[in-house]
């Protein structure tokens, strides 16, 4: 029987390698811009068209590279930067494998040129799909420039496969961010089609997470140190007030590498504790040294998972020092015995007498009379009705108000001329004429999360926050799609800072923010002016509104205009809907009740969850027959 296996040609070999080194243009731009830094460069300049899919270009001013080397570069497993297997054991660059340029190199056309500093004249190479198209000698600065032109020209499937431009380039800018902010002493470039996106000088490590996420970071900083036997840490944690609804300001380097790691995620969550709002994401750029031998950094083909020898101390140390760092810098309460209380009385105090203060008393008055000023409830957007201000979520100076929100709901719904029984009119259309039970709909709210009110069958039980979510949504939905929403002009426009990938995304979604009611006044690369909300949006509620959209798309654009709508509108909703733990009055109920069922589609919630279930007499029946 005759043999049938061959070796696979080089260019095959190279093509399926590619396959798992470069899934998009923000691949190509990891590898290049690594392999600059790798090469000491202290400039390193990117240049991108539609998103990498015309053009990388990645200039640095490294030491470049011999005749021999710059051909033997594009060979796979080539690379000057391990020798012998033991070598992996104390890894100090980037890469290591040797095959990102000879993968690039098969599914590209790229040009390189390049020069050694002792040199006179440099080398100047084109190779397309692994073929060498010609090498020349060339006068040329110092270090290296690799233009990759025409990604995945050869695998049509690959390149149809690319997400839209603006998803793209937030894979690069992702990428490129997380090179810059571990290597502070480097000036990175970054130009997509022309325009300067990031110009970041050498500075030390907080000036440079300030230029990557704008100006407005540094007062949120909080600086970690930490240095023991088996990590030294450095860096910097967000104060817990500056918490955001995303994770996209959270960083984690080991020896300079960018990582994630869920477990030491959680350590930070974890030194965080009782000082973050339910579900709000500290930011952190951290930066563990570890001797090289401890981890193991090859369990992953895209090498952003990492293993550490011991992990459970690593786990202690790090939430131990962060919540060092909180409490030393007054973020979080500490204890301390030995604190000279002379402290805590103002200068001018300090050699004055007490005196004892004087209490006014109002002695007309009358618990009873007083008008307790029920809940902002807006109609203004005519038969749907319009929620928002009486919802607004507590902002952290009024978040004791809290403690008393059941008290002050107790009180509201005594209310004396209620007691007697209300009059018998008829104004809900849930399930036509015929379903409304005649004797009057009274809504009851049942542990501020549903609502239950008789119908002609029996009764039907709504929960809150679904429906309202559903009502939102077809609203938001409805506006814009027709681009006729309403918008409340602010009398002082707000000023939102945002970081320049966020603004990005923001200049994205513009039209589709626009069409909800929202009037954008100017735009910079981080800071956003609105001068009109939507008018069941509070200006207060803005900020968390917008960052939590940015977290529901995580990133990622949808690509067609319509599923934009749509996730806008459901994170709005989503954002915006009276929540679990909201009193409602009866007004509000009905409202609901009303507007659920003048929904296209009232059974679900937009996130798919049923909206409310009913229960027939007989099922009540049944239950009593017991
Ligand atoms: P690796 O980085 O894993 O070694 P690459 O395929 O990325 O593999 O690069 C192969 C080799 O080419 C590197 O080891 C390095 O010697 C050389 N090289 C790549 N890019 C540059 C550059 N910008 N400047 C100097 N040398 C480079
Ligand atoms: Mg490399």
Not at 141 to 167: C, E, M, Q
Not at 263 to 283: R, T, V
Not at 505 to 516: A, F
Not at 591 to 606: E, G, H, R, Y
Request: charged content about 25%.
């Amino acid at each position: 029987m005759s043999s049938i296996i061959q070796l696979l040609p080089d260019h095959v070999a190279n093509q399926i390698a590619a396959g798992e080194v470069v899934q998009r243009p923000a691949s190509v731009v990891k590898e290049l811009v690594e392999n600059a830094v790798d090469a000491g460069a202290t400039e390193i300049k990117l240049i991108v068209k539609d998103a990498g899919k015309t053009l990388i270009q990645v200039i640095d001013n490294g030491k470049g590279m011999s005749v021999t080397d710059a051909r033997l570069c594009f060979e796979r497993h080539a690379t000057s930067k391990i020798r012998q297997a033991e070598d992996l054991f104390s890894l100090h660059t980037k890469g290591f494998r040797g095959e990102a340029l000879a993968s690039i190199a098969a599914i590209a056309h790229v040009e390189m040129k390049t020069k050694q500093d002792q040199e006179e004249l440099g080398t100047h190479i084109i190779i397309e799909g692994s073929k060498f198209v010609s090498q020349d000698v060339a006068v040329l600065p110092r270090g290296t420039s690799f233009s990759v032109k025409n990604l995945f020209f050869n695998i049509p499937a690959r390149r149809n496969f690319l997400k839209s431009d603006t998803v793209e380039f937030r894979h690069i800018v992702d990428d490129f961010e997380r090179v810059a902010l571990a290597h502070p002493n480097i000036h990175f470039m970054l130009y997509h089609n022309g325009s300067e996106m990031f110009n970041l000088p050498q500075s030390n490590l907080r000036q440079r997470i300030v230029n990557v996420f704008g100006g407005k970071t540094n007062e949120k900083l909080v600086p970690v140190t930490e240095s023991t036997e088996i990590v030294g840490i450095q860096g910097f944690v967000g104060k817990p007030e500056f918490a955001k609804k995303n994770r996209g300001e959270q960083f984690f380097f080991v020896n300079d590498r960018f990582i994630k790691s869920p477990y030491l995620h959680h350590a930070i969550m974890a030194a965080y504790e009782g000082l973050l709002k339910d579900g709000s994401q500290p930011s952190y750029f951290l930066y563990l040294d570890v001797p090289p031998h401890t981890i193991d950094i090859n369990i992953h083909p895209t090498k952003t998972e990492i293993k550490f020898d011991d992990d459970q101390a690593m786990y202690a140390i790090l939430r131990s020092s962060i919540k060092h760092s909180l409490g030393q810098f007054n973020v979080a309460p500490i204890l301390d015995f030995e604190r000279d209380a002379s402290l805590d009385i103002p200068y001018e105090y300090k050699e004055k007498e007490s005196e004892t203060p004087l209490i006014q008393v109002d002695s007309n008055f009358n618990p009873f009379a007083a008008e307790i000023p029920s809940r902002a409830f807006s109609s203004s957007s005519g038969s749907s009705h319009s929620f928002g201000s009486g919802y607004k979520k507590q902002d952290s100076n009024a978040s004791w108000e809290s403690l008393y929100v059941g008290l002050k709901t107790a009180a509201d719904e005594i209310d004396v001329s209620e007691i007697q029984f209300e009059s018998e009119e008829v104004t809900g259309s849930l399930f036509g004429e015929s379903e409304v039970e005649t004797a009057g709909n009274r809504t009851y709210q049942i542990q501020k999360k549903y609502i239950v009110s008789p119908i002609k069958s029996g009764m039907m039980i709504l929960y809150q926050e679904r429906a309202h979510q559903r009502i939102l949504y077809e609203q938001f939905l409805t506006n814009i799609t027709m681009h006729h929403a309403a918008s409340q002009q602010l009398l002082f426009p707000l000023e939102l800072h945002f970081s320049p990938s966020e603004m990005v995304m923001i200049k994205e979604l513009q039209s589709s923010l626009e069409n909800t009611g929202f009037v954008f006044d100017a735009m910079t690369t981080e800071i956003l002016v609105i001068s009109g909300l939507p008018v069941n949006v509070v200006e207060s509620e803005v900020k968390v509104l917008l960052e939590e959209l940015l977290h529901d798309l995580q990133g990622e654009l949808p690509e067609n205009s319509f599923s934009q709508s749509d996730r806008i509108a459901k994170s709005m909703a989503r954002s915006l809907s009276v929540k679990t733990g909201t009193y409602l009055t009866e007004k509000e109920q009905e409202s609901i009740v009303n507007s659920l069922f003048a929904c296209k589609d009232p059974n679900v919630s937009p996130f798919n969850k049923p909206t409310f279930i009913t229960m027939g007499v007989e099922d009540l029946d049944k239950r009593f027959a017991l």
